[in-house]
């Protein structure tokens, strides 16, 4: 596709299942991150993926969650056992990796995750 | 401290007229690139422009404009002539060249343009 494409757009979940969120980036952008982004708030940073190897899961929020990227594309974020503190929407994002300061992240339109 | 700080939650401003968005970051990297990100309620985050520290000008994308105040540390995005369709959350970002690979967001601002 022309952009970055994050399934499903929304999710309504049971408190204490656990979900998956999908990314696909865009073709050839080597670099994929993860963002939350609770009501009203900044986007916080999750991890970054750097082909299939996550050189940064500092913003891991707790080990409920974790995520993998296979082939170089598509990625997915898993929270496992959710909570409601865990209602967020969940942002996704990749770059082509130049190592130019001045690329950009191109955005999905997120996955707006609500624990009930 | 916050590598980003944005101090307006909510701003107003009248259709046609001019407006400043404000961002101030924090940073001791001696290299770095300032983003401003706009979140229409679509959700989507759409880039619009980016200053980079060495930079000597200020950068212009069209109707956007970037103050930006090195020793002040701020990076103040400028929207001319604003439209219906600018109202939005804008958000300003900041990556470090020794943290190359994360987007440090700041709060957002929420603008609405008044017809």
């Known amino acids: 596709g022309a952009g970055v494409s994050q399934s499903p757009s929304n999710k309504v979940t049971e408190k204490g299942k656990d979900v998956e969120l999908r990314c696909d980036p865009i073709?050839?952008?080597?670099?994929l991150y993860w963002y939350r982004q609770s009501l009203g708030q900044g986007l916080e940073f999750l991890i970054y993926?750097?082909?299939?190897?996550?050189?940064?899961k500092s913003g891991l929020p707790s080990d409920r969650f974790s995520a993998e990227r296979t082939g170089g594309s598509v990625s997915t974020l898993t929270i496992q056992r959710t909570q409601q503190e865990d209602s967020a929407v969940y942002l996704c994002?990749?770059?082509?990796?130049?190592?130019?300061?001045?690329?950009?992240?191109?955005f999905g339109q997120g996955t707006r995750l609500t624990v009930v | 401290a916050q590598k980003i700080t944005q101090t307006q939650p909510g701003m107003f401003v009248q259709e046609k007229e001019a407006v400043t968005l404000d961002c101030t970051y924090d940073?001791?990297?001696?290299?770095?690139?300032l983003f401003w990100y706009k979140q229409p309620s679509s959700g989507e985050m759409i880039f619009l422009i980016y200053?980079?520290?060495?930079?000597?000008q200020n950068a212009t994308e069209g109707r956007y404009s970037l103050n930006f105040q090195k020793a002040r540390k701020s990076a103040n995005l400028v929207i001319s002539a604003s439209q219906l369709g600018d109202s939005a959350m804008y958000f300003c970002?900041?990556?470090?060249?020794?943290?190359?690979?994360?987007?440090?967001f700041g709060s957002g601002t929420k603008l609405n343009v008044k017809p």
């Open positions: 994002a990749s770059s082509l990796a130049t190592g130019q300061m001045n690329t950009e992240a191109f």
């Open positions: 073709s050839g952008h080597t670099a």
């Open positions: 993926f750097q082909g299939n190897s996550a050189p940064d």
């Open positions: 940073t001791s990297d001696p290299s770095y690139g």
């Open positions: 200053q980079g520290s060495y930079d000597q």
């Open positions: 970002a900041m990556r470090e060249i020794y943290n190359f690979n994360k987007f440090y």
